[in-house]
């Protein structure tokens, strides 16, 4: 195991390489900004399995789970490993130091595996069974551009374009380290797009993860399981919530409410979340959501909630701390910041008056970037970028 010293690799904005030290620095600013138990760790903390734990949403839930409530049980991603030429992928090394800081008598074991295989949900609920007898919580936050239906073998891809009709929008772009507004034209998905779409990012794979759960008898009074979903601004709804996505998060939505009748006999509970808008590598491919994210920024400022502090709210309405905030639809909502009617017409005129010239006033383009550069390891202060560091990172040991 070597030392070496390593340079970020870009490719457009985003990054072919990860920064190991950087990258357990994000994660423990996240533990910082973690409330601190309230009461002694009696080791019999509520089972949570959380699929997706190593970025975003995901990542935040798992740590406010450790941190705050001293969960036991079993966090799923699917990171790529050092290869002769590469770094391993920034999830990687944010699972291994998220294990540190569960600590050597932390019961919180991580699988890296495609969740969407029947293989993963085999070992990841063997586990799960051999050890706890029971799982209170599953958090289902993954974001992936394909899946390969158990049942079918079938490969789905996922097409990020509106329906209908054509999307033309303003866009955030670099050229360079120079930021300028561009703009950007999407034909409408056909048909197969956004069933494929639905396949990838809809309820399907949830809907089995909990089913599976049941058959197992795994699901314990009291079970609460919950899927990321957003909603977002009109002003990306032609991108997002209209567009192929959206029909899966409504598929995903839907799927909720079936599993909300399936679990109610068991004493368990189902629904969807809707988070606020964040920059993670899911978020960053789709188009208009750097501009938007930007210009939302710099309305808000540190208003703009962290994933961090949604993930402490999530877990208060989880566990009971405090009560479930649903909307008519009967889901969790956690983006009031964003979706404030003042916030989003402030958003709307700094949209409008949006040009190369004027991003620098209307935009908080640096903020972007850094967000950006973090899902990789760059850019996090206190990480010295010309030490040394070791890339090669087992990934953790317990199961
Ligand atoms: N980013 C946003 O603005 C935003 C806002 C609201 C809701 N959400 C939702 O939150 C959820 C998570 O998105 P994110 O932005 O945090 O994504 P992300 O890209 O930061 O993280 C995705 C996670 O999924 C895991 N993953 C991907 N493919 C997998 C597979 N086949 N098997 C197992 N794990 C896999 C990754 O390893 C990673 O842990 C999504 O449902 C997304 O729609 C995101």
Redesign the pocket.
């Given at each position: 195991m070597t030392l070496r010293q390593i340079k970020p690799g870009n490719r457009g904005f985003l990054y072919v390489n990860s920064h190991p030290a950087g990258c357990a620095a994000v994660v423990d600013e996240l533990w910082q900004q973690t409330p601190a138990p309230s009461g002694p760790d009696t080791g019999a903390g509520p089972v949570a399995l959380i699929?997706?734990?190593?970025?975003?949403?995901?990542?935040?839930a798992t740590v406010a789970a450790l941190r705050t409530h001293g969960m036991r049980g079993l966090g799923?991603?699917?990171?790529a490993p050092e290869t002769e030429r590469r770094t391993a992928?920034g999830?990687w090394y944010r699972t291994a130091r998220t294990a540190e800081l569960a600590g050597p008598d932390g019961d919180f074991a991580f699988l890296n595996?495609?969740?969407?295989?029947d293989a993963?949900k085999e070992q990841a609920l063997d586990h799960l069974a051999a050890r706890y007898g029971r799982v209170d919580h599953l958090v289902?936050?993954?974001?992936?551009?394909?899946?390969t239906d158990p049942a079918t073998g079938e490969v789905h891809h996922s097409a990020i374009k509106p329906l209908g009709s054509a999307y033309r929008a303003k866009t955030l772009q670099f050229d360079g380290d120079t930021p300028l507004v561009g703009s950007l034209e999407l034909d409408p998905a056909v048909d197969a797009e956004r069933d494929a779409t639905v396949q990838v990012?809809g309820g399907a794979d949830w809907k089995l993860w909990v089913d599976a759960l049941t058959d197992r008898g795994l699901v314990h009074p009291g079970f609460h399981t919950v899927?990321?979903?957003?909603?977002?601004s009109d002003l990306t709804a032609p991108i997002y919530r209209a567009g192929t996505?959206g029909a899966a998060?409504q598929h995903?939505e839907d799927t909720a409410r079936r599993l909300q009748q399936d679990l109610a006999p068991l004493g368990g509970q189902a629904h969807t979340?809707?988070?606020?808008?964040?920059?993670?590598?899911?978020?960053t491919a789709i188009p208009s959501?750097a501009l938007y994210?930007s210009l939302l920024r710099a309305e808000l400022g540190d208003g703009f909630r962290s994933?961090a502090q949604q993930a402490t709210a999530l877990w208060q309405q989880l566990t009971g701390a405090a009560p479930l905030q649903l909307d008519e639809e009967q889901r969790i909502r956690l983006?009031g910041w964003e979706m404030d009617e003042e916030v989003q017409a402030a958003v709307h005129a700094r949209w409008a008056a949006a040009t190369t010239d004027t991003l620098a006033e209307l935009a908080d383009t640096d903020w972007f970037r850094a967000q950006v550069g973090r899902?990789y390891g760059w850019h996090v202060p206190g990480t010295d970028y010309d030490a040394p560091v070791r890339t090669t990172v087992p990934w953790p040991s317990g199961i």
């Open positions: 699929i997706g734990s190593s970025a975003g949403y995901g990542l935040a799923i991603a699917f990171e992928s999830g595996a495609d969740a969407f295989s993963a289902y936050s993954v974001a992936a551009p394909r899946r990012m899927a990321l979903t957003y909603v977002g996505i998060k995903l979340v809707v988070a606020g808008a964040a920059v993670t590598q899911a978020s959501i994210t994933t983006d899902l």
